[in-house]
């Protein structure tokens, strides 16, 4: 197999280097094609290495002078932050040095400065983030996440495209379903631009579209990709996450507070443990930036190692897909249309 390189954002996220260093350093020791550039402080990260084994024939590293901090302006990262760990690791992508980058930093920035740097697809207005979430078909895909706060008609069409060939490529649907995120599954429900966005959805006989849904329905089996502007799925994706821990910390908190649920919680351990781990945001860490002629995957910025290794993990599926290439070539077919 052909080795891969990834650039890692290593200073960026809650976590940093405590979590991007041992989360490269497992990605590297499962994938023997795997090559990594760790893109931060030199001496942190070699600080961070030291004692550690691995092959450092696939881990360079490459240093930055700052960071992107996670409540930093993107309009001031992307004019004083050009020497920073992000933008030194999306240039690496720019200059073919790298396959992809992952980073868990400013989602706002990284949009910004992927925008700026990595040519977008031809056609495609913003770029938008895209991430599997667990559903009760195994997962669903959401775009925009976050990418774009508010969104025209045409940006939620043409973010249905995306959605549409990422689901196509990935889970080898030839029709996936495409839905759009509304207050309701009437056609007169929701804001003027939502529905014009539905109608041009509708009339696109290349996309399989299957109407409205409401937020009851995102982790149901109601459609393959769900709609979206980037507050509303940014909203609705942290809702999932928190009503995950809510769950898991909940049925623990019953199981202990008398003798006989301790008893019933170690005999339904197995089946909870299956459950937590189905319904586990980490599993689905690393969201897709569609829209950009390279791959760049954002993790969550609270990621832990497996999180963050996850994501990893996502970058190296895109690559292998070649899939900025096989969407444009999607988008291409529906444009000829």
């Not at 910390?249 to 443990?273: D, H, I, N």
């Not at 390279?294 to 993990?313: L, M, Y």
């Amino acid at each position: 197999m052909a080795s891969l390189r990834i650039a890692v954002d290593a200073m960026g996220g809650d976590f940093g280097l405590r979590s991007s260093i041992p989360a490269s350093l497992a990605a590297l020791s499962e994938n023997p094609s795997l090559h990594l550039s760790l893109v931060g402080d030199q001496d942190a990260i070699a600080a961070t290495l030291s004692g550690k084994r691995y092959d450092s024939s696939r881990l360079a590293i490459v240093h930055s002078q700052s960071i992107v901090t996670m409540d930093e302006k993107p309009s001031v990262a992307v004019r004083k932050k050009r020497d920073s760990s992000m933008a030194l690791s999306l240039e690496l992508l720019r200059d073919h040095k790298a396959s992809a980058v992952v980073s868990a930093g400013n989602t706002g920035a990284l949009v910004a400065m992927g925008c700026i740097m990595i040519e977008r697809l031809s056609g495609i207005h913003r770029p938008a983030i895209c991430a599997p979430i667990p559903s009760r078909a195994g997962h669903t895909y959401m775009l925009d996440l976050g990418a774009n706060i508010e969104c025209d008609a045409q940006e939620l069409y043409q973010f249905a495209v995306m959605g549409s060939a990422l689901v196509s490529i990935l889970d080898n649907k030839p029709s996936p379903r495409i839905a759009v995120l509304n207050i309701g599954e009437e056609l007169q429900k929701g804001k003027d631009y939502l529905r014009e966005a539905a109608e041009l959805i509708q009339n696109d006989q290349s996309l399989n579209y299957v109407g409205f849904v409401e937020g009851g329905d995102v982790l149901g089996d109601a459609a393959d990709v769900i709609v979206c502007e980037g507050f509303v799925g940014n909203v609705a994706i942290k809702v999932c996450e928190g009503t995950a821990k809510f769950i898991g910390e909940g049925l623990v908190a019953q199981f202990k507070q008398t003798t006989y649920g301790r008893l019933v919680g170690m005999a339904a351990k197995p089946l909870l443990r299956s459950f937590r781990q189905q319904i586990n945001p980490e599993r689905y860490n690393g969201a897709a930036l569609l829209g950009l002629k390279g791959v760049v995957v954002k993790s969550h910025g609270r990621s832990g190692v497996s999180s963050f290794q996850n994501a990893i993990r996502h970058a190296v599926q895109a690559c292998e897909l070649n899939l900025p290439k096989q969407i444009e070539a999607q988008l291409q077919a529906v444009a000829k249309k």
